[in-house]
């Protein structure tokens, strides 16, 4: 099994460093093959919007800088993992970034799913997303926001599994790792 993890957190802040540490350790354990990509470390532009990917080169990105790999991976994967600092109730810029870049993986075509519209699935397999975000004190609404905001990602690119934790960067080292398993264990990462 190939998991992809897409890791936002900032390596110089050194309370929650060891959040990415405990997660790959514990997909190693579970025999996962895992890849990793510092977003912090990518040059990835925005999103021009120019539909380039759907309309000139279907399925890829006419704009081609390190998104490109990320894309190409993202969809050969069984799980995608987003590591976060949730600001204001959603993702940091970096993986926003890569979000938006990924629209090539779905069909320039709609569908309806009950009482919505969404993209129709370009491929027959997608992977199962679990997000993890990092926040330092509880925060009800932004917690609320960021889990929404999770959900509709993975009904966006199709996830068969979704999974959304919050970590606060005071817990123990042993909860965090509870909490990473209970995850894995919820969008099938046995």
């Known amino acids: 099994m190939k998991a992809l993890i897409l890791n936002a957190l900032k390596r110089e802040q050194s309370s929650i460093e060891h959040i990415y540490k405990i997660l790959a350790n514990e997909l190693k354990d579970r025999g996962w093959k895992s890849e990793t990509f510092m977003l912090q470390d990518i040059d990835i532009s925005s999103c021009k919007g120019c539909f380039g990917c759907w309309t000139v080169t279907p399925g890829i990105c006419v ?10 991976k993202f969809i050969h994967s069984d799980l995608i993992i987003s590591l976060t600092k949730v600001t204001f109730g959603g993702y940091s810029s970096e993986l926003k970034k890569v979000f938006d870049r990924t629209i090539p993986i779905l069909s320039p075509f709609f569908m309806k799913a009950g009482n919505e519209t969404r993209h129709k699935p370009r491929y027959k397999k997608y992977p199962n997303l679990a997000t993890i975000g990092v926040m330092i004190h509880p925060d009800d609404e932004s917690e609320y926001i960021f889990k ?18 919050i970590i606060f960067s005071g817990q123990s080292k042993e909860k965090i790792h509870e909490k990473i398993k209970t995850l894995l264990r919820t969008i099938g990462g046995e």
């Open 63 to 72: 704009n081609e800088d390190e998104s490109s790999q990320i894309i190409a």
């Open 148 to 165: 929404t905001l999770a959900k509709r990602i993975a009904l966006h690119f199709h996830a068969p599994q979704q999974g959304t934790l």
